[in-house]
């Protein structure tokens, strides 16, 4: 069965700190990853995703940015953080199978960052 | 812009009722559609999917679709307090001119419902 890992689960970081979170997946292999934050008391607003190593998209303009070094991993980046970074972070995957036009999206844990 | 617009909450419904949410999206040729539950804190937990038209159950989940009014509902029968949560819709457009998908998902703004003994 597949498995999504996000760590840290926590994190508190000062304004202009550099950030990194990690995001693997196991018992899958070419998933389409994504990253997504999650505002308190808001939706879902998805970063950035990626069909493949080294392929990126941005969603939103921001000073965030991420890269998948292997084919399971995604990495969220960011080289100085602003206080509006703050929120909660997801990284979901998913596949391309029987289905391929359902496209369910599998969350990790997440990661709650707080800049103060 | 593409939009999912769910039912302004919070919901509250007593336990063993039926839970309605409800959901309405912009894009027409949107392909498939996501109920995803999320517990305070928490991460969200997918609980249906549907593509076709009519109803899919599972359990005492009834997800309900109708393309033609763009329109996709989540029924939950017998409604129990661990059923308070915020739930998610999703909506995937499909292919994009080019045919090819990237499995993006479009998330409304969340319903709470709240299931009071």
């Known amino acids: 069965s597949q498995t999504i890992h996000q760590w840290p689960a926590t994190l508190v970081q000062p304004v202009g700190s550099p950030l990194s979170l990690e995001c693997t997946v196991e018992?899958?292999?070419?998933?389409?990853l994504y990253w997504y934050r999650q505002a308190a008391g808001r939706g879902l607003q998805l970063l950035f995703y990626?069909?493949?190593?080294?392929?990126i998209s941005s969603e939103v303009p921001q000073n965030l940015s991420a890269s998948r070094p292997q084919d399971r991993q995604f990495i969220l980046s960011s080289k100085k953080l602003l206080l509006s970074d703050s929120g909660f972070y997801l990284c979901?995957?998913?596949?391309?199978?029987?289905?391929?036009?359902?496209?369910?999206?599998?969350f990790g844990p997440g990661t709650r960052l707080t800049v103060t | 812009q593409k939009e999912v617009e769910q039912n302004s909450g919070p919901l509250s419904v007593p336990e063993g009722a039926i839970a309605s949410l409800n959901c309405t999206y912009s894009?027409?040729?949107?392909?498939?559609f996501f109920w995803y539950r999320q517990y305070s804190g928490k991460s969200p937990e997918l609980i249906m999917f549907?593509?076709?038209?009519g109803d899919k159950e599972d359990g005492r989940f009834t997800a309900q679709l109708n393309k033609a009014s763009q329109y996709v509902s989540l029924l939950i029968r017998d409604s129990q307090p661990s059923d308070s949560a915020t739930y998610l819709c999703?909506?995937?457009?499909?292919?994009?001119?080019?045919?090819?998908?990237?499995?993006?998902?479009?998330f409304g703004q969340g319903t709470i419902l709240t299931v009071h003994p």
């Open positions: 549907i593509y076709s038209n």
């Open positions: 979901a995957w998913s596949g391309e199978g029987p289905r391929t036009h359902s496209y369910e999206q599998y």
């Open positions: 894009d027409q040729g949107s392909q498939s």
């Open positions: 999703a909506v995937n457009p499909g292919r994009d001119a080019g045919g090819t998908s990237y499995g993006k998902l479009t």
């Open positions: 990626s069909v493949g190593i080294g392929q």
């Open positions: 018992g899958t292999s070419n998933p389409n």
